[in-house]
């Protein structure tokens, strides 16, 4: 699996939308190799996210996607600066 950790930090009053528009961010369309988004809020207001696909070839196609960047652009409206980017491979344990 491969994917994107990211750090954003919503406008003062955005942060609702923001949240709803990352679970929105499948809804509409099929990205193939998407497997899964997670959002955590922690305590300063932050969210950090998660986006994981099939492999780093399906995760690069939907970055130059041009549904992608547009979806991105209207996320990037709701935030304050520009997103902290940690792309790689995933590991994952299950018990």
């Known amino acids: 699996m491969f994917g994107s950790m990211f750090r954003i930090r919503p406008k003062p009053g955005a942060k609702q939308q923001v949240i709803d528009l990352m679970s929105a961010e499948g809804a509409g369309r099929t990205m193939k190799g998407f497997r899964a988004s997670y959002l955590l809020e922690d305590a300063s207001g932050d969210l950090l996210a ?3 696909f099939d492999d780093e070839k399906t995760y690069r196609d939907n970055a130059t996607d041009p549904e992608q960047d547009a979806w991105y652009r209207r ?6 600066s520009d997103p902290e980017w940690h792309d790689g491979t995933i590991h994952a344990w299950t018990p």
């Open 75 to 80: 996320l990037r409206a709701l935030l304050e």
């Open 50 to 52: 998660l986006a994981v």
